[in-house]
């Protein structure tokens, strides 16, 4: 009987430690496919579509604003007019208007075209959501509590024109993101969400208004 004990319990250990190291790789695998590889430079980076609950409901506005932290308070409608850029080009005008309710809407135009292949794109979006004085801006620098977030998201339409004049239509989800600091100066990101799964990523675009 203690022969047969022995062989049971150790059985039982290789199969716990079995499951252990599955559930380990399932969970590593998990991480990599949602976040990527793991990259410390990538810590910081802003990703909105896993902060959608950010975004309230219009029966939840207006966003309590208490300056927490010497954050500005939105007390009239503010207007912010920014410069779009990708990779140190320029990709057309942002304009965001933030009312006192703490609401967060705007439009985003573009045109250019590549020289290289003679095609051109002309893209335009609209977004809308709310701004999150929750939220506090974190960097390798450390943090910033007096920077106010807001998230929105909407969908932009591209217009592709290849050299023969033979059009493509893309229409997908945008998110736009910011942080406004106490003179109204601004700056955050657009992103153009694919709904392709083979499309590898999505383009990130940089603003700023001051």
Not at 6 to 30: E, F, H, P, T
Not at 48 to 74: D, S, V
Not at 138 to 155: D, V
Request: aromatic share 10%.
């Amino acid at each position: 009987m203690k022969m047969v004990n022995r062989k049971n319990n150790g059985s039982a250990l290789i199969a716990l430690l079995i499951v252990i190291v599955i559930a380990l790789a399932l969970y590593m695998v998990d991480i990599t496919a949602i976040f990527g590889p793991i990259d410390k430079n990538r810590a910081y980076e802003e990703r909105p579509w896993f902060e959608e609950h950010r975004i309230a409901a219009k029966e939840n506005l207006p966003i309590k604003q208490t300056g927490k932290g010497g954050k500005i308070r939105i007390l009239s409608q503010a207007k912010l007019k920014g410069s779009v850029q990708r990779n140190n080009e320029n990709r057309g005008t942002v304009e965001i208007i933030i009312e006192p309710n703490g609401l967060a809407k705007g439009h985003w135009q573009c045109s250019y075209e590549h020289i290289e292949n003679k095609t051109s794109y002309i893209i335009t979006a609209s977004f809308e959501g709310n701004i999150d004085p929750t939220k506090n801006f974190a960097s390798q620098k450390g943090i910033n509590k007096k920077l106010l977030y807001f998230i929105t998201k909407g969908k932009f339409r591209e217009v592709k024109t290849d050299a023969n004049g033979q059009q493509w239509l893309n229409e997908a989800p945008i998110y736009v993101v910011g942080w406004i600091d106490n003179d109204l100066s601004a700056k955050g990101k657009l992103f153009l969400m694919s709904n392709d799964p083979q499309a590898y990523g999505n383009a990130e675009y940089d603003w700023a208004a001051k």
